[in-house]
Every structure is written in structure tokens, then in C-alpha cells.
């Protein structure tokens, strides 16, 4: 008869549970990069578009191109800062998410050396119930002889 561990069912759990929330913390990391790359984005059109403004007013320019380079740098400004919030509420999500996962982690981790423990166990017994049973037939050999 092969090992049978008792709490199965139980590792089989967390083992999904684990693999749920690493799979909720790395989405929240693919949602971080995603956000720091628009706000490096935006930085740069910031600067850009500020650079393209200092530029134009060395020539002379309609005050409307003006309003709109202003306009426009303004816009991206206020998506930056928006950015930069939603990047903030993800970063807490984030260390949310890290601890729900290291919780998993660690409750599927204290049944997995459970498991291997009595696994270890019962296989030791095992190889000792087979090394009593040849002990048994040699001894009944030398007897018989």
C-alpha cells in the first residue's frame, strides 16, 4: 500500500490559494509597470512639448499655438498626476497583495513538510518492515539448514 497523506484535500487548497493570490500580485505588478511606463511617457512629452514651446516663442508664433502648446502640456500635466495617484493606490494594493500572498505561502509551505515529513516516515518504516521480512526469511534459512 503507497502513502496516502490525510491532509490531501487540505494541501490541494492551499496550493490553489497560493497560486491565486501570486497570480493577483503579479497581475498588480504588470498594472504597476504599465503605469510607471505612461508616467516616463508623459514625463517626456512634459518635457517635449515644454522644449517645442521655449523654442516657438523665440520666433514669432500666434498667441493661440502658444495657448494650445500650453494647453496641451497642462493636459498631460494633470494625467501625471493622476498617474502618479493611481500608481500610489496600486503600490499599497500591491504590498496588500504581497501579504495575502506570503500568508499563502506559508500556510501551503507548513503542509507541504507535513507532508514530506510523514512521507519520510512511512517510508523509513516501509524499508524497515522489508529488512525485517528478509532478516525473517534468512534466519528461517539458517535455521532450516
Known sequence: MGFRFPLATVLRFRESVEKREELELQQVQVQIAQTQRAIDELTEQIAQAQLTREQAMLEPVPAVHLQAMVRATEAASEQKKALLHSLKALNKLRAERLQAYQTAH??????????????????????????????DIFVARLQRD
Open 106 to 135: 506559508r500556510g501551503r509551505r507548513m503542509l507541504s513538510d507535513i507532508r514530506t515529513r510523514q512521507q519520510d516516515a512511512f517510508e523509513q518504516e516501509r524499508a524497515r518492515q522489508q529488512q525485517k521480512f528478509l532478516d
